[in-house]
Every structure is written in C-alpha cells, then in structure tokens.
C-alpha cells in the first residue's frame, strides 16, 4: 500500500541554519504531495503541496520539490526562525479510490536563538 | 475565511464512558475525515465521508462510529472508552476529489480526550 517516510526528529538547528527534512513515498499511481505543519497545542495547517511530478510547492519560505523518479518531496528552508520551531508532517493522498491522507510519522524541530 | 469547527476542544471521560466528538466542515465542503493522534504520533486515519456516505475506513475500533449528517457535519461516537482512546482527535474537511485530483484537506484545531 501506499506509505510515507520522514526522516526521525528531532532535529535542532541554530536561528538562520538551513533546514532539510527529508520525506520518501511508496504509492501507486500519482498522488498528490502536501507538508502540514502543526504547532504546539494547535491543529495541523497545511504548508504547502504540489499535485504533479516537478511540481514545486513554497510558502513562508519553505519550497519542497515533488521528484517522481526518487520518490521523494524534501522540504527545505533557507534561514528558519525560532517562530518555525513545530512538528512537520508529510503526507501524501492515497491513490487506490479513496478519500483519505496517509501522513509520515512527523518531524519535530527545534529552533534555538 | 471559515475553518473547520471541532467541538468539544477538551474532554475528560472515564472508562467505560461515551463520547461524542462533532465536526462542522468548512462550508461547502462534502468530504470529512477523521483521525486519531496519540501523544508524539502521526495522525492515524479513522474514517471518512463523502457526500454523507462513508468512503473509507482505517483503523477505527469497532467501539467506535461515525456518521455525516444532511448538512454536511460529522460526529464521531465513541463508546466502552479505554484509557488507550486518549489522544488529540482530528477532523479535516476537502471539496472531494476535483477533476485533477485531490484538493487539500484542512484541519480543525482537534478535541482532546482524555479518559481516566
């Protein structure tokens, strides 16, 4: 079946460091790609996403490239902030017919100032 | 702009108690989902429906149901509780699956159950 994976957290970087998370997918077909972001105490908020192969999806400075020929949609940033310290979720939509997300197991971050 | 609603945000149940968690989708959206998210977990798919027919089904307990109702709000009930039900519980809204494929499901911002 379809599946996700992200890179284990946490991960810890200094204020302006670069970030790489890495995500892999498994899935027939062609799903659609999405980062969400969840904060402390707070819902999951979509990111960003791209829909097709070469699609490049960006906001608030994160960009995450969808490459069909290594599975794979990183998500990168140049210079993070303590603001963007969060748990990061990838997450692909299922391609078998039916309505439903399947999410890696999260990335946690943490910014230090 | 409308996101979606989840009500309760907090709740407190003992074992063997019921509960009803409830879910207004961004308006015009026909499709729900439901999942579950343990302490330090990804979210785990329960449920989903589309146009108030179930459309998929993931690790739900047979403790638990779900239904949408005409105007498109969801209600997941969870009976026999167990201390392993704690967690923070997802509801996400789409329009379904548009003509190029998926639209993006937003999130409401989860009811935490804790049962004692």
């Known amino acids: 079946g379809n599946s996700v994976t992200q890179m284990e957290g946490p991960v810890t970087l200094s204020e302006e460091a670069f970030l790489t998370i890495n995500c892999t997918y498994t899935a027939t077909g062609y799903p659609s790609l999405f980062w969400y972001v969840q904060y402390p105490g707070e819902g999951l908020q979509l990111l960003l996403k791209?829909?097709?192969?070469?699609d490049k999806g960006s906001n608030k400075g994160f960009e995450a490239t969808y490459r069909k020929e290594t599975t794979s949609f990183h998500l990168e940033k140049g210079s993070v902030q303590v603001s963007d310290s969060a748990v990061y979720f990838c997450a692909l939509s299922d391609t078998s017919g039916t309505y439903k997300y399947i999410f890696g197991t999260g990335t946690r971050l943490k910014v230090l100032a | 702009a409308a996101g979606v609603i989840q009500s309760p945000r907090h709740l407190i149940k003992e074992k063997r108690e019921t509960a009803t968690l409830k879910c207004y989708p961004i308006?015009?959206?026909?499709?729900v989902y439901w999942y579950q998210q343990g302490p330090g977990q990804d979210p785990q798919f329960l449920i989903s429906f589309y146009e108030k027919m179930q459309s998929d089904k993931g690790s739900i307990p047979d403790r638990f149901s779900a239904q949408q109702f005409s105007d498109y709000h969801s209600e997941l009930n969870m009976s026999s509780l167990e201390l392993g039900d704690s967690a923070l519980y997802f509801c996400a809204s789409s329009s379904g699956q548009g003509a190029r494929g998926w639209t993006e499901a937003f999130f409401g911002q989860g009811t935490r159950l804790t049962v004692v």
């Open positions: 791209a829909t097709k192969a070469d």
């Open positions: 308006p015009r959206h026909d499709t």
